[in-house]
């Protein structure tokens, strides 16, 4: 696999000192599907802004608490994980842990979690493990407990510690920082799991450091610095300098104190500090143009550190200033059309000496509550000691008997996402998500924690389980939760010899075991509820394996008489209403399968309209419609489960949804049966592996580079084709084993291994550098529709054996929309679907040569056009292809068929046994392991029907030449002689008249 500086997003690097934004810089768009409550607004607002906060009952309260007072820069000053909260105790050296679901007068009931020697500056909570706490104190030392006992301390720095973080997705890992100097500063990590205990990373930072965040894929690590600015580090690369990927602008004033916090997972971060007029500041960033902030907060003059937090679910960020008695949140959306704008405040009975987030599975979601903050307060009268008040976040609703979904989208799981070892080697991270509804969590997170504890441990190479000298690790973290049992229930574990893959994120499971059921889909592929649907008229007999993917010898036309038509309009969907004219051209907005089909609309949140085949004819005005949560890039229908639509989105998410059996009118609910989150800045095009079940290759594209992720289920397998010059479309072959991809820049036509990621062959494509597509004609043939110059719209042939030059090429004509092929590898028909346009054009391969077909034209232009397997083409009338045809309001039915002597029998001669293209080819695991699909074939002739080739001859009238020469010349002399009989009767015209001759003797 190839690996990169940052595999989710790249990092150009910024030059602080430049204004000019790089001109590679751009916004992404909206990537969760739920922010807040923009759902179910017709208007695309924000629920957020509506949403309330107030301070919870007295009763909700943890009272009568005795804190330290001291401060510190980076200290949150409290800290949560899913059933404690930890405050620092009177005299500064230990901690108090009090449990989350004990409220009330709680000075007497916590426990006292003792062991640094200095007095504690900074103490934190792991993101993947509850129970999980480290403090640092002002002697440099680091002391971790777990289940409230202390099981590692250790010494981290000579001098007093500034911050402490757990990684966010490896267990055992710690970032710790301190200030050598007035004007210097060190960062470090270490893994606690080794049995050695020195750092395996380390970095100097100039100017000091006010605060450490490590962003929510461990990927990177931030520190901001005593001068204002914020320096970020990669710190899976090799030394120290080359570890620095940028430093922001110096926007807050120097020698105020300043805090820095990631936005989760996303490429942005926050920072806090004041400005010369001692003005609290907030400002968000781009981690890829770091020159100038995307939006800032100015807030009341100040001398206190504003502590920042950020909901990643909601992309609401919060802001709380030690000292002061109110809490502010904004609106954290770098997308939005206002960042950072405030949304609203509350405020406390005392002044605030500490704050943080609850974790989001804690959360009263039946409620509504979106979010709760929990703020340390100093003493609420005279006598009383200090409390923690909770401040729930509620988002108004009708109703709150049932779960809203739209309001909880899945969210981070207590977990680790990825071993040691896979993290140094820079392997995409897969974050685990579960479910929020009541209903359903405890199984969702039951299901990941036998996925990911197993697909951890097997994931540590075998050589791993000695302690490894430079990195100071060893095989098997300290952590027991990542001991899995001795057999797992997930049959996805069979895959964990692969890397790590991209997010894979579950919702709404029908059965108890999430991870189970997804896997039900993903790995066996004999179920027998996604038996292929054979045509009314056609009779499925048992398939036989073919030896391979090869077009039809022949040395003429047999299509020259190619006819297209459309069927009756009682078998078109009318009324369509909002269907989208704006989706790519690079991919197609409708998609046909055996049961159902898939349009993409207009509207909030990335629809997709989905229609029963077998109901066609006027469609209401509210059809069953799936809302993906961001707009819609690509539409793809699995192969081998007509039930199942998938969708992509510019959030950089693959989702996976059931159909429901039932008719699909109104208000239909789609089961969104999985999906997988692509660590990169957005997704182009998503293509199911023609001969594998639960395997897809999804186009994707960071600020640099563009690649094909191929992965099976849960896991990222094959990194294909990774280029920095852009990539068009791409394909698989019909076997599965290779993909083609053609390249924006360097205008080149590629074929690479699917498995081992070689490129195999090369060669020039089109002449232009506008969208070009791409068809398979069986293994050994490529098309290539796109543009040379001048706009000229050209089809070309290719063979797999030799790119370096077309074996024939055909000039269409002159015109700016896309041609779209789609091909008939049984016929050797090409057909290409002009966008924008009113015709389908066709061609034949005959040899090395494109012979053109006859046009069929359409009364109206076409948005998209797509083909139903061929098994669905009525045979019986000689149709050699049935298609959907897209219009702005309408979906046309059409088909393409060609006249025959003798219709009555199946003409075999045109119809050649057919690839099964609804029934996996090829086990999901052999062919990960490297094992070849071979096509199982269908005959397509009736029952009713008999072969052509076994037709008796046409019946023929016999003669004797003898005869037949006695008839010819007896027809000859009555030729002759009705001619001459013409010639010797006089001319009537020319003949005197009697009468004339009498005029004349007078």
Aim: charged residues 20%; aromatic residues 6%; glycine residues 6%.
């Amino acid at each position: 696999m190839e690996k990169s500086v940052d595999a989710a997003w790249k990092i150009p690097r910024a030059n602080p000192e430049s204004s000019a934004p790089d001109k590679n810089w751009a916004l992404p768009a909206p990537w969760p599907d739920v922010i807040m409550s923009r759902m179910r607004a017709d208007d695309w607002s924000t629920e957020s802004e509506n949403a309330t906060a107030s301070l919870a009952t007295r009763e909700a309260w943890y009272s009568d608490l005795a804190l330290d007072a001291s401060d510190s820069v980076s200290a949150d000053g409290l800290a949560i994980d899913g059933h404690s909260l930890y405050v620092k105790a009177t005299g500064g050296n230990s901690l108090q842990a009090i449990d989350l679901n004990c409220p009330g007068k709680v000075g007497s009931q916590t426990t006292t979690l003792s062991g640094p020697a200095g007095r504690i500056v900074d103490w934190t909570t792991a993101l993947h493990h509850d129970n999980l706490v480290a403090a640092a104190d002002s002697q440099g030392s680091v002391t971790v407990w777990q289940d409230r006992i202390q099981t590692v301390a250790f010494d981290a720095h000579a001098s007093a510690c500034v911050s402490v973080r757990f990684h966010p997705t490896v267990a055992g890992v710690l970032a710790t920082s301190a200030n050598s100097g007035p004007t210097s500063g060190e960062v470090r990590l270490w893994n606690v799991s080794a049995d050695t205990q020195t750092p395996f990373w380390h970095t100097n930072v100039d100017n000091g450091i006010d605060s450490i965040s490590i962003r929510g894929d461990g990927q990177l690590l931030a520190a901001s610095t005593r001068a204002g600015t914020c320096a970020i580090f990669d710190p899976r690369l090799a030394g120290s300098i080359d570890s620095v990927v940028g430093v922001t602008a110096a926007f807050h004033a120097a020698g105020r104190p300043t805090r820095v916090l990631w936005t989760g997972e996303a490429p942005f971060l926050i920072t806090t500090g004041q400005s010369k007029m001692r003005e609290r500041s907030a400002a968000l960033w781009d981690q890829r143009n770091l020159a100038k902030p995307l939006a800032s907060l100015q807030l009341q003059p100040s001398t206190k550190t504003l502590i920042p937090f950020y909901d990643e679910d909601t992309r609401l960020a919060y802001f709380a200033e030690k000292g002061d008695v109110i809490i502010h949140w904004a609106d954290g959306d770098p997308s939005s059309a206002t960042p950072l704008a405030q949304l609203g405040s509350v405020v406390l009975p005392a002044p605030i000496s500490g704050c943080a987030l609850l974790p989001k599975p804690q959360l009263g979601v039946m409620r509504g509550e979106i979010a709760r903050v929990h703020a340390v307060v100093e003493s609420t009268g005279a006598g009383q000691g200090a409390a923690i008040v909770p401040i729930p976040h509620i988002a108004p609703r009708r109703t709150y008997l049932d779960f809203h979904s739209d309001l909880f989208p899945d969210t981070r799981a207590p977990l680790p996402a990825q071993s040691f070892e896979c993290w140094l080697d820079q392997a995409p991270v897969c974050i685990p998500k579960m479910a929020l509804d009541p209903a359903k969590s405890a199984d969702s997170l039951a299901g990941l924690r036998r996925t990911y504890c197993s697909l951890l441990s097997r994931s540590v190479p075998a050589d791993a389980a000695e302690p490894a000298a430079d990195h100071g690790s060893r095989a098997e973290p300290e952590d027991a939760m990542l001991n899995p049992p001795a057999e797992s229930e997930n049959r996805l574990s069979k895959l964990a010899s692969a890397p790590a893959g991209l997010e894979v994120k579950q919702h709404n499971m029908p059965s108890a075991t999430a991870t189970a059921s997804v896997n039900k889909r993903t790995v066996e592929h004999h179920d027998p509820k996604v038996k292929p649907v054979v045509a009314d008229q056609l009779a499925r007999i048992p398939t036989k394996q073919g030896s391979g993917w090869k077009l039809p010898e022949t040395d003429h036309a047999r299509f020259k008489y190619l006819e297209g038509f459309a069927y009756r309009p009682t078998d078109h969907f009318t009324n369509l209403l909002n269907v989208n004219l704006r989706f790519s051209q690079q991919n197609d907005p409708v998609r046909v399968g055996p049961k159902h089909i898939a349009v993409s609309l207009k509207g909030a949140g990335g629809q997709v309209g989905v229609f029963c085949r077998d109901s066609p004819g006027r469609v209401p005005d509210n059809p069953a419609t799936i809302a993906h949560g961001a707009d819609v890039v690509d539409i793809e229908l699995d192969p081998f489960d007509p039930g199942v639509v998938a969708t992509a989105g510019v959030d950089g998410r693959l989702q996976m949804w059931r159909v429901p059996d039932i008719p699909l009118v109104g208000e239909v609910t789609f089961e969104l049966e999985e999906y997988i989150h692509v660590t990169a800045d957005r997704i182009h095009q998503v293509r199911f592996h023609p001969c594998a079940r639960g395997v897809v290759a999804v186009l994707v594209s960071d600020i640099d580079a563009y690649s094909i992720y191929v992965y099976s289920g849960l896991m990222l397998h094959f990194i294909v084709g990774k280029t920095s010059d852009g990539i068009h479309s791409f394909e698989w072959s019909p076997s599965g084993d290779h993909i083609a991809l053609t390249t924006k820049k360097s205008r080149l036509l590629r074929i690479y291994d699917a498995r081992s990621q070689d490129l195999l062959v090369s060669g020039p494509a089109m002449d232009s550098i506008r969208p070009s597509r791409i068809a398979w004609l069986g293994n050994y043939r490529i098309c290539l529709a796109g543009f040379s110059t001048g706009s000229r719209r050209q089809l070309a042939l290719y063979s797999t054996d030799d790119l370096s030059r077309p074996l024939s090429t055909v000039t269409i004509d002159v015109g700016p929309g896309v041609l779209v092929p789609i091909s008939d590898a049984d016929c050797g028909i090409i057909y290409l679907d002009d966008r924008g346009s009113r015709l389908t054009h066709a061609f034949e391969v005959v040899g090395d040569q494109l012979i053109e077909l006859p046009k069929f034209e359409s009364p109206l232009p076409s948005l998209g056009m797509a083909a139903l397997p061929k098994v669905y083409s009525d045979v019986a009338q000689c149709e050699v292809l049935r298609a959907y045809r897209l219009s702005s309001q309408s979906l046309e039915s059409v088909g393409f068929r060609v006249p025959r002597k003798r219709p009555e029998f199946f003409q075999d001669a045109i119809f050649p046994d057919t690839v099964d293209t609804e029934t996996p080819a090829v086990d999901t695991l052999a062919w990960l392991g490297g094992a070849a699909a071979l096509p199982l074939l269908i005959n397509l002739c009736p029952p009713d029907m008999k072969p052509l080739s076994e037709a008796p001859p046409v019946p023929v009238r016999q003669r004797t030449f003898a005869v037949e020469t006695e008839q010819t010349a007896n027809n000859t002399k009555d030729a002759i002689s009705a001619m001459l009989s013409r010639v010797d009767e006089p001319d009537e015209e020319q003949a005197p008249s009697p009468d004339s001759e009498s005029d004349w003797d007078d």
